[in-house]
């Protein structure tokens, strides 16, 4: 099972189902991710699998925002702000790669 490491306030967003969305720039490992596939998300020393519902290919964060919900990218955010907040983790070259939205659901916990 594949690896992503995510910030702690979006770890517990999606832990919690608040944020069901990630966006991701399209490198390589990102775009051989499948629909169906579990991924096991990490923040420090938690971790949760998460299954990918879908996944949606864009040519911008602008583009990608004006189809997508941005309270499910970031759900305390507006769409301005959102926009700025992945223009500060990707630079301009990052973005000009692609933009991958995965559209999560957390799995639960197995006993």
Known sequence: ???MR???HFFNAIKDGTKTLEVRVAYESIK???IGERIRLACYESSQV???LDIRRYGSFE???AREE???IVPTASRAE???LLREIYPSHKEALGVVVLEL???PKSV
Do not use: D, N, S
């Open 6 to 8: 995510v910030k702690q």
């Open 70 to 72: 941005p309270a499910r």
């Open 82 to 84: 959102v926009l700025h």
């Open 63 to 65: 583009e990608m925002l």
């Open 1 to 3: 099972m594949r690896m």
């Open 32 to 34: 051989t991710i499948q």
């Open 105 to 107: 659901r957390p799995e």
């Open 50 to 52: 998460v299954k990918v």
